[in-house]
C-alpha cells in the first residue's frame, strides 16, 4: 500500500539521483553504518540529545556518477589570486582557495576572506556554529570589521569619525572575497554598524597619535568585544521584532572561531574553540611536514581543562566538565554566543520573557544548563600564535573540525602538499592491519596508478581535500563508491555521519618571504 509505505520512507532527490530511505518505527541508523562507521555528531547536547540510536534501518541509494559527485563537492568552491604589480607579486600571499560541504541543512560552518586595505594584510577564517546557524553567520560578517578597526592608527580612526559626523562617505575598510552563496544580513547591517562604531569610538580614547597598533592585541581585543556585543544587543533588544529576534539567535546559539591574520611574514592565528589551522612545511627531499598553529579548546586540552577548573570553585571540579563537555553539554570550552553559558540565570529568564513567542519554540532556550552556579562557565578570548614565515612554508589549512575528524593533520599537510606541487611521494602501500589477498593488493596498486592520473580533476585544492576527507577508505584511498554513499545521505541522517566541512587554504610566496625576511634582517 503506497499510503503505508510512505510513513516509513522518504524519497529524496540529490543532484539528479533519487534515494530511498526506509526506516523501521525504533530506528535511526542505516545498515550502511557497517560500511561508513560513523556515530551521532553533535556539539551541543540538549536535555533530550542523550537518546541512543540504535538496531538499523535500511538505505538503499544509486550509486552517484563522478559528474554527480563533483557537482555537489564543487557547488561552493572559490578561489582568489592575488594581484600582480609590475608583473611580480609583492605579497607573501599568492592566494587562496576554500570550500564547504554542509552536513547540517542549513549548513552552521561559516568562512569569511579579505585584504585589508586601511593597513595591510589578509584575513581568513573559519566560523563553526552549533545550536543553529546565527552566531556563526554575525561572526562571518562582523568579526574581520573589528579586527580591522582594531588594527587602525589613532588618526585614521579620528578620520573615520569625522567622516561619520559630517555625513561624508567612508573609505573602504575591507575588500571581502565572497562566494555568491555567503550569505551578507542586510536587515543588520545599521545595528552592526553602530556597535562597531562605538567599539571605534572607544579605541580613539584609549589610544594615542603615533601610537603604532599592536596585532596581538588587536585580535584579543577584537574577538572579546564583539562577544560583549553580541551579549549587549541580546540584552537590550531592538524596536524592530526582526532585529530582536535576531539578536537573540545569535546570542543564544554559538560559533567558534579560527582567524589567520597575514602581513609579509607575520602570520598570526587567533582560535577560539575547536577548528583548527596548520602549517604546511617542506622538507628538503621534497616532503610534507604539518606544523600545528593553533590548539583545540576541548576536553582534550589538559591546558584548558586546568584552565576552566581553576575559574570555578573546587566544589565543581566533578561537574564544571563532565563526559568530555563544558556542564556535560558543550564540546568546545570557548565560543562567542553561548549566552546559556555566561550569563546569570536571572538574566537569561528576564530576557527571554520579554522576547519574541519565536524564541520559546527553541527547545535550546527552554531550559538551565545543570549545575550552574559561578557564571560564565565559558570564554571568546582567542588563544594567539605568531609565527614568523619561511620560505619552506609553502601553505596554511585552516578548517573546522570536520575536517580534522576525519584526516589527520599530517595526511591532511600530505594530500594538499602533493596536489600544489604535482608531485606524489610514492609510500608503501598501507593497509591497517587488514588481511588481504594478492588480487586485492594488485586491485590497490592499481587504483593508485589511475588516481595519479586523474589527481588534477579538482581544479581547487580544498576541494580535493575535501574528496579525500569524505571519501578515503580504511587503505587511505578515495573510494568512489564510500564518497557517492556519504554525499548521498537524505539530511536527517548526514549529520549522524559526519560534520559539516569548512576548508581555506592560503598558498605562500616563498621567494618573497625570503626577500622579506632578508630585508627585516638588515
Not at 207 to 230: C, M, N, V, W, Y
Not at 276 to 297: I, P
Not at 467 to 495: I, W
Request: charged fraction near 20%; charge should be negative; proline fraction near 5%.
Amino acid at each position: 500500500c503506497l499510503s503505508s509505505m510512505c510513513l516509513f520512507s522518504r524519497c529524496v532527490y540529490i543532484s539528479g539521483a533519487f534515494f530511498v530511505c526506509a526506516f523501521s518505527a525504533r530506528t535511526a541508523m542505516p545498515v550502511t553504518s557497517q560500511l561508513l562507521r560513523g556515530l551521532p555528531h553533535t556539539k551541543f547536547l540538549s536535555h533530550q540529545s542523550s537518546r541512543s540510536y540504535q538496531t538499523a534501518s535500511v538505505l538503499q541509494s544509486y550509486i552517484l556518477t563522478p559528474p554527480q559527485v563533483n557537482s555537489i563537492l564543487k557547488a561552493n568552491e572559490y578561489s582568489f589570486k592575488v594581484p600582480e604589480f609590475d608583473g611580480k607579486n609583492v605579497s607573501s600571499v599568492m592566494g587562496f582557495e576554500s570550500n564547504q560541504l554542509p552536513a547540517n541543512a542549513p549548513i552552521e560552518d561559516r568562512r569569511s576572506a579579505a585584504t585589508c586595505l586601511q593597513t595591510r594584510g589578509m584575513l581568513l577564517g573559519v566560523f563553526d556554529g552549533h545550536a543553529g546557524c546565527a552566531c556563526a553567520q554575525a561572526l562571518s560578517e562582523r568579526l574581520f570589521y573589528y579586527v580591522a578597526v582594531s588594527l587602525l592608527p589613532h588618526n585614521t580612526l579620528c578620520e573615520l569619525e569625522a567622516a561619520v559626523e559630517a555625513g561624508r562617505a567612508l573609505s573602504p575598510i575591507l575588500q571581502w572575497h565572497k562566494h555568491p552563496n555567503d550569505y551578507f544580513s542586510r536587515e543588520a547591517q545599521n545595528l552592526y554598524f553602530n556597535s562597531l562604531r562605538t567599539y571605534w569610538q572607544e579605541l580613539i580614547d584609549l589610544t594615542s597619535p603615533g601610537e603604532a597598533p599592536d596585532t596581538h592585541e588587536a585580535l584579543l581585543s577584537a574577538f572579546k568585544r564583539l562577544d560583549q556585543d553580541i551579549s549587549l544587543e541580546a540584552q537590550v533588544g531592538d524596536p524592530n521584532a526582526f532585529l530582536h529576534y535576531w539578536v537573540l539567535r545569535v546570542a543564544f546559539s554559538g560559533a567558534t572561531a579560527c582567524v589567520a591574520h597575514i602581513d609579509g611574514p607575520d602570520l598570526f592565528i587567533a582560535n577560539a574553540g575547536d577548528a583548527r589551522a596548520v602549517l604546511g612545511v617542506q622538507e628538503e627531499d621534497g616532503s610534507f611536514r604539518a606544523h600545528t598553529l593553533s590548539n583545540d579548546h576541548n576536553a582534550q586540552n589538559e591546558d584548558e581543562v586546568a584552565r576552566i577548573r581553576s575559574e570555578h570553585p573546587a566544589s565543581e571540579r566533578k561537574t564544571v566538565i563532565r563526559q568530555d563537555r563544558l556542564l556535560g553539554l558543550l564540546m568546545p570550552f570557548r565560543a562567542f554566543g553561548d549566552v546559556k553559558f555566561k550569563w546569570s540565570i536571572e538574566l537569561q529568564k528576564r530576557v527571554l520573557e520579554s522576547g519574541p513567542d519565536q524564541l520559546h519554540e527553541n527547545e535550546h532556550t527552554k531550559f538551565i544548563p545543570p549545575n550552574y552556579h559561578t557564571p560564565p562557565y565559558l570564554t571568546a578570548a582567542p588563544e594567539i600564535t605568531y609565527h614568523k614565515l619561511r620560505p619552506q612554508d609553502r601553505f596554511l589549512v585552516i578548517g573546522s573540525d570536520g575536517l580534522w575528524e576525519t584526516l589527520h593533520r599530517q595526511e591532511v599537510v600530505r594530500i594538499v602538499g602533493e596536489y600544489l606541487t604535482g608531485v606524489h611521494q610514492r609510500q608503501p602501500l598501507k593497509v591497517g592491519g587488514y588481511r588481504v589477498t594478492l588480487g586485492q593488493m594488485q586491485g590497490l596498486l592499481e587504483e593508485r596508478k589511475a588516481r595519479l592520473s586523474s589527481a588534477f580533476e579538482d581544479q581547487n585544492s580544498a576541494t580535493h581535500l575535501m574528496r579525500h576527507a569524505v571519501g578515503n577508505n580504511e587503505f587511505g584511498t578515495v573510494d568512489h563508491e564510500r564518497l557517492s554513499k556519504m554525499l548521498s545521505l537524505p539530511e536527517e541522517l548526514a549529520r549522524m555521519y559526519r560534520d559539516d566541512i569548512t576548508i581555506i587554504i592560503a598558498q605562500f610566496n616563498p621567494h618573497v618571504i625570503g626577500a622579506q625576511r632578508q630585508e627585516g634582517q638588515s
